[in-house]
């Protein structure tokens, strides 16, 4: 299995407050992706890295900002938390930015209230 | 924008039988992934592919790219392949040509 280690598994957090959600990687591997996974819709990509300190905007990323200071790492921010932002956060990993598998880590659940 | 579209949406079938999930696109792809979520768990990816036929044990994925559309079957189904299988799509682009679909919720009852 690739390793990608998502941290925390589970956050509940109040309305307004800033949540940082951290994705590491021990593959190396040069893309790195955040999405949501709501029900009724697939998954919806949030940022992603295709290198460090080089990252994009996804089909949703309104109220999020992202980081990348080492290959490895790449941390998704929620600035000020809204009850909208619940849901089941995966950060993935590729190689390269097409025809390259995608490996996925278990997620991060959070509850905003 | 890619529509991918899953069918069915949800499938309960019995020990043993062959399974057919099928996903259909929109517009031309470079490659086509079929992933799988068990319950509460994390996301494994089973193929990518951008032509043909792939084969790992007891699971098949095809792919036809002039019909845009794809099937994963699965012989000899086991309870424990009870799980969410969810295709994705790369339209071209870059890293943020990625679209999926919502997901086919299978059971399988012993």
């Known amino acids: 299995d690739a390793g990608i280690t998502q941290s925390p598994r589970h956050k509940v957090t109040e309305t307004g407050t800033p949540v940082t959600l951290r994705c590491h990687q021990t593959?190396?591997?040069?893309?790195m992706y955040w999405y949501r996974q709501d029900p009724g819709h697939g998954l919806r990509l949030i940022h992603y890295?295709?290198?460090?300190?080089?990252?994009d905007k996804g089909e949703v990323s309104d109220g999020y900002s992202v980081s990348r200071s080492k290959t490895e790492d790449f941390l998704l921010t929620l600035e000020s938390a809204t009850s909208s932002q619940t849901s089941v956060y995966f950060c993935?990993?590729?190689?390269?930015?097409?025809?390259?598998?995608?490996?996925f880590g278990n997620g991060t659940r959070l509850t905003v209230t | 924008k890619n529509e991918v579209e899953q069918s069915p949406q949800n499938l309960t079938a019995q020990e043993g039988e062959f399974i057919t999930i099928n996903c259909s696109y929109s517009?031309?792809?470079?490659?086509l992934h079929w992933l799988q979520q068990h319950p509460g768990g994390g996301i494994v990816s089973l193929f990518m592919l951008s032509s043909g036929k792939k084969k790992h044990g007891r699971l098949i994925a095809t792919i036809n790219i002039q019909e845009k559309h794809s099937s994963l079957h699965i012989t000899a189904s086991h309870p424990r392949d009870s799980a969410v299988y969810i295709c994705?799509?790369?339209?071209?682009?870059?890293?943020?040509?990625?679209?999926f679909g919502k997901g086919t919720h299978l059971i399988i009852q012993p």
């Open positions: 994705a799509a790369h339209s071209g682009g870059g890293a943020d040509g990625l679209t």
């Open positions: 517009v031309g792809i470079s490659a």
């Open positions: 993935a990993i590729s190689a390269q930015d097409r025809n390259s598998p995608l490996h």
């Open positions: 890295s295709y290198g460090v300190k080089d990252t």
């Open positions: 593959e190396n591997h040069r893309y």
